[in-house]
């Protein structure tokens, strides 16, 4: 009798979670991460952990209350307490994942950049493109950098790549992705000069140029800078479009 009741409320509060970390799951993956970004950008280790401890540890508690002798009231009450205090660290993890979401994805000097909302200052949001403020739901958006407007500019941008910062990070600076195209295409390097040292890094190439359906000859490399190391993004030789990308581990 014990055994039933213990097993019967954590599997009933062990479905409920499940409901609920599906429903995160769909908002950080269609939103905030989608692919590549749920791998360049990160944010998969907190989310894990935070998903994880909220499966375990809630149904766990619920089979810890669900002593034989507790009136079903009672339980309820203790049911209650213990899915409060989950949805508060639901809410906190998943802001914390908010705070470093892939923004934008700029190709500033012979790079592509991934821009998380941690990266844009505060007097900053108001800068951003149309629709992409700071409580926006935008998904990630491909920019490029445009020249400086005047000398004044110019030497703004020097300023920040003298103290190590990069232009990229400043929306201001951004520009539509298709008006980078020709410098996006001038940094481009064609697969084949890529120096790759391990055969892993050939394998895991190869792979990912055989994805984009298109031969190596037609595809350009720029190195991918986020917070995952060892990324390249595949570019159209043509278009300069992103076809795919290529992590090549070390």
Do not use: F
């Not at 692919?35 to 990160?42: E, H, I, K, L």
């Not at 639901?90 to 012979?110: D, F, H, I, S, T």
């Not at 703004?156 to 103290?163: C, P, T």
């Not at 394998?203 to 994805?211: K, M, N, P």
């Amino acid at each position: 009798m014990t055994l039933s009741r213990r097993l019967k409320a954590s599997l009933m509060h062990l479905g409920g979670c499940a409901l609920v970390a599906a429903l995160a799951v769909a908002l950080v993956l269609g939103v905030w991460y989608p692919m590549p970004y749920w791998y360049v950008a990160g944010g998969q280790d907190l989310l894990v952990l935070m998903l994880s401890v909220d499966l375990i540890l809630g149904p766990v508690l619920t089979a810890v209350a669900a002593s034989p002798g507790k009136t079903s009231r009672h339980l309820a009450a203790d049911v209650a307490v213990i899915v409060v205090l989950q949805l508060v660290g639901l809410v906190y993890g998943l802001y914390n994942v908010w705070q470093v979401r892939p923004v934008a994805m700029v190709a500033e000097y012979k790079m592509m950049r991934v821009v998380i909302a941690a990266d844009i200052l505060d007097e900053d949001w108001p800068k951003m493109p149309e629709g992409m403020g700071r409580w926006s739901m935008h998904r990630p958006v491909l920019m490029g950098i445009r020249p400086p407007r005047d000398h004044e500019e110019r030497q703004q941008m020097s300023m920040l790549l003298l103290s190590g910062k990069m232009p990229g990070s400043r929306p201001q600076y951004w520009q539509p992705y298709a008006q980078s195209r020709e410098q996006v295409l001038a940094w481009g390097r064609p697969v084949e000069q890529l120096q790759l040292g391990t055969d892993a890094q050939r394998q895991s190439l190869q792979a990912a140029v055989a994805a984009t359906g298109q031969a190596a000859a037609a595809l350009k490399v720029l190195p991918l800078v986020a917070r995952d190391k060892g990324w390249v993004a595949l570019l159209d030789a043509e278009t300069a479009e992103v076809r795919g990308y290529a992590r090549l581990p070390e």
